[in-house]
């Protein structure tokens, strides 16, 4: 595989921003294997890699071996950096949303072999990341076939009413009043059933969250909630797990594997 570096400037945020990006080679180092790596003249497949709150784009690749693992899979990984931002248009601050859902795609399409079938299109990402991956996923139907959430704040209902009074500050800046989130298309919740009713093609969905996370409860009540509504959900859960990277290592591999590859 092929690591990048990726400086560029973003016309929507109005600053230079940074994301790294995993290509298959055609030839793999000792110790990888080299299986799907032949050369292909089709575009690739893409995964879009999101970072957690206090993360950043280099964090999947520090903390674990997802190189290694997208290795025998013709997979690009494009992993942006958001800040803290919940991949959110920002009630005060920069249009993020409007970055990573509009502007990225066409900024990695522009520089990099990236296919543009909502077949091969997929976003995952863990905790705020997972949020951001659903957000794309149920915002952006037509163009993403499956989505995954790892360990995600599906409800951001502890953001924005937190009894610390710093963390429910920031809730606002970014979201504006816990009134202004509910029910809007930054609410998962709300925003499945738009989906649902909008006739357009559902995202397949994955769910992932350790039962010892503090994020468990909501994740468990997500699910039905997206069943219901007709979405094709995976869930998977681990005993005990807490919102640590060692989980996330694990859940990773999991979701490869479930990603609907075989229609590139």
């Known amino acids: 595989m092929a690591l990048l570096h990726t400086h560029f400037f973003s016309t929507s945020l109005g600053q230079a921003c940074s994301l790294d990006v995993i290509l ?18 089709a575009p690739l497949p893409v995964l879009y890699l999101l970072h957690g709150l206090s993360d950043d784009h280099t964090i999947w690749q520090r903390r674990t071996s997802i190189e290694r693992y997208a290795a025998s ?15 959110t248009d920002q009630q005060t601050g920069y249009p993020y949303w409007t970055f990573v859902s509009e502007e990225l795609p066409r900024v990695v399409r522009h520089f990099f072999h990236i296919s543009a079938r909502r077949e091969d299109t997929f976003a995952a990402g863990l905790s705020m990341g997972g ?15 499956a989505v995954a959430s790892l360990s995600g704040a599906v409800d951001l209902t502890h953001f924005l009413q937190s009894d610390d009074p710093v963390r429910a500050a920031e809730g606002r800046l970014i979201f504006g009043s816990y009134d202004a989130y509910r029910g809007s298309d930054n609410d998962l919740a709300a925003l499945a059933e738009k989906t649902a009713s909008s006739g357009q093609p559902k995202p397949k969905i994955f769910l992932a969250c350790g039962s010892g996370d503090f994020l468990y409860d909501a994740n468990l009540a997500f699910r039905p909630h997206l069943e219901k509504l007709g979405y094709d959900v995976a869930w998977s859960e681990k005993a005990d797990a807490i919102h640590t ?16 590859l075989q229609a590139t």
């Open 24 to 41: 298959p080679e055609a030839h793999q180092g000792i110790g990888i294997d080299p299986a799907g790596q032949a050369a292909d003249p």
């Open 131 to 145: 949020y951001g991956a659903l957000k794309l996923g149920l915002r952006c139907p037509d163009r993403f076939a």
């Open 73 to 87: 899979r013709r997979l690009a990984v494009i992993m942006p950096a958001v800040h803290r931002s919940f991949y």
């Open 245 to 260: 990277w060692s989980y996330w290592d694990e859940t990773i591999q999991q979701v490869l594997d479930w990603l609907p």
